[in-house]
């Protein structure tokens, strides 16, 4: 009996998921004459001026540039975009918030399945980069969904607090956006982390983001496997930040009706 309520709870779960990420998906790209070209628009502007900008203005040494670069754009933009609109979930959703019994708590996987969604529509662009460039597809490919599974779950970690957070102080969103804009220059995303000077090294360790699109690229561009340790770190990391952030969002929940 317990087994049957427990696979219509997964069942149900799964069904209103898939729904809210197609209502999403509909939202962001209502009224839009590119539509779903809009996932590939601004990466693609972005990798452009990156490459103007270190090969004619600053060069830099690092080969395969264009895959380097936007396997590195298209890893943080899923993460940035996914937390950036989670600290409005829950005051951008005040009709669904107020249905009783609304599992509020789904909503930060909803934007993070989104993104998901997302990074893996541009995800054939970039294997055309990757064989513009020589690289050849090789078995380390096959631990691709594990880094993509350790990224949606930090991210979700990080969305539910965020969330929370958002609806009491309403600074949190501008200061989210400061923060992501520091961190995009501080993680090795256009340029390499062997550049980075050794003492600093350590630093740029702690933002999980970057042993993340280090493995990335180590499967992608190098045909290797990843650094396992570091992935180890990770996903202790992350298996502590998830039930903190849920704890403090379920804890906040109870007065989301109240301070909105």
């Known amino acids: 009996m317990e087994t049957l309520v427990y696979r219509r709870k997964v069942t149900h779960f799964f069904d209103l998921l898939r729904e809210l990420v197609d209502r999403d998906m509909k939202l962001i790209y ?37 895959s380097f670069a936007f396997s590195g754009l298209l890893i943080w933009n899923w993460s940035q975009i996914a937390l950036f609109q989670a600290t409005g979930l829950i005051t951008g959703n005040l009709a669904l918030i107020r249905q009783p019994n609304f599992p509020t708590a789904i909503l930060p996987v909803v934007t993070t399945t989104t993104g998901l969604i997302h990074f893996l529509l541009a995800l054939p662009v970039l294997i055309i980069f990757l064989a513009v460039d020589g690289v050849q597809p090789n078995s380390v490919l096959l631990y691709l969904p594990l880094l993509i599974v350790i990224q949606f779950v930090l991210t979700v970690s990080l969305a539910y607090p965020l969330a929370a957070m958002n609806v009491t102080f309403r600074d949190t969103q501008h200061t989210l956006g400061v923060v992501l804009q520091m961190l995009f220059y501080l993680t090795p995303i256009f340029y390499d982390l062997s550049s980075v000077p050794k003492q600093y090294q350590p630093l740029y360790q702690l933002n999980p983001m970057v042993p993340l699109i280090e493995a990335y690229r180590a499967i992608l561009l190098k045909g290797m496997q990843p650094d396992w340790s570091a992935l180890l770190i990770v996903s202790v990391v992350v298996a502590v930040l998830l039930p903190i952030g849920l704890g403090i969002f379920r804890r906040q929940s109870d007065r989301f009706v109240e301070e909105l």
């Open 30 to 66: 209502k009224r839009s004459a590119l539509g779903i070209a809009w996932t590939l628009i601004n990466p693609l502007l972005q990798l452009a001026v990156f490459s103007f900008v270190f090969r004619s203005v600053i060069p830099v040494n690092i080969p395969q540039f264009s």
